[in-house]
């Protein structure tokens, strides 16, 4: 080893798992912030981000960074919708678009953008169509919140006559950053059908969630499961190398052959 990497520190070393324990130290936030947007690794880049408080700095990285993961798990934690539209109008990337829009409630922001020809004619398409949603949302948020379980699930199988199952499993993905719509996703899935097999994407989709209470409700959601279908389902989600330590973790707490044979095989033994 020459002194010249005797001497580099370790968030500057060439092997990223170093780079990735160095982290743990690091609170500068210059520093963090330059490592979220030029790391060659995503999940240092995406670590890095997650240390991030400074609103300023995290919408930098979503507009400017190079990873388009470090992008996402940025605009996670932005709390101005508005700043959020901006990412829009600048980033043409499909993914960060959808991220954007998953964040995005405020029914002015959406038509501001669906009425901006400066946006691409996709985010005023999404714009359009997450309108819609926000008023499907709304209608479930007014029967849904406050109840106890027997109540919701009536009231779930309410809203799925009135816009079809799957379209309001679809629509509670879109707005996966709220509590109540992780906690309705899950009541789906107790009901099991079609739905319930999609809501099990969104649900573990939102194990990665920046909000580290949204992530807990999600992985809540996900432990109770006890059909073999949708267990299933979820192992079959562990491709995506940015879940597979999420999902590994939730299987533990599933009581079923399945499950516990997809963890020991994890764990090699």
Sequence with gaps: MGLKNLFRPDYRSRDPEVRLKALNEIEDQSLLTEMAMTDTSPRVRKAAVKKITDQDRLFKIALDGNGIEAGIAAVEKIDSQEKIAEIIKARKNYRL??????????????????????????????????????????????????????????????????????????????????????????????????????????????????????????????????????????????????????IIAVLEKIDHPEARQIVKKSKGK
């Design 97 to 246: 678009i959808g991220a954007c829009f998953a964040q995005i409630s405020d029914k002015n922001v959406l038509c501001k953008i669906a009425n901006n020809p400066e946006y691409s004619l996709v985010a005023r398409r999404i714009a359009i169509e997450n309108y819609a949603d926000e008023s499907l949302l709304a209608d479930w948020e007014d029967r849904f919140e406050g109840q106890h379980r027997q109540k919701s699930r009536e009231e779930i199988e309410t809203l799925m006559k009135k816009y079809g199952g799957v379209q309001l499993v679809r629509t509670l993905g879109k707005f996966r950053g709220s509590k109540s719509a992780i906690l309705a996703l899950g009541e789906i899935i107790r009901m099991g059908g079609e739905p319930a097999a999609v809501a099990i994407e969104y649900l573990a989709q939102a194990l990665e969630h920046a909000n580290p209470d949204v992530s807990r409700i999600a992985g809540e959601q996900l432990i109770g499961l006890s059909d073999a279908d949708l267990i299933a389902r979820l192992i079959g989600m562990i491709d995506n190398t940015d879940l597979d330590e999420k």
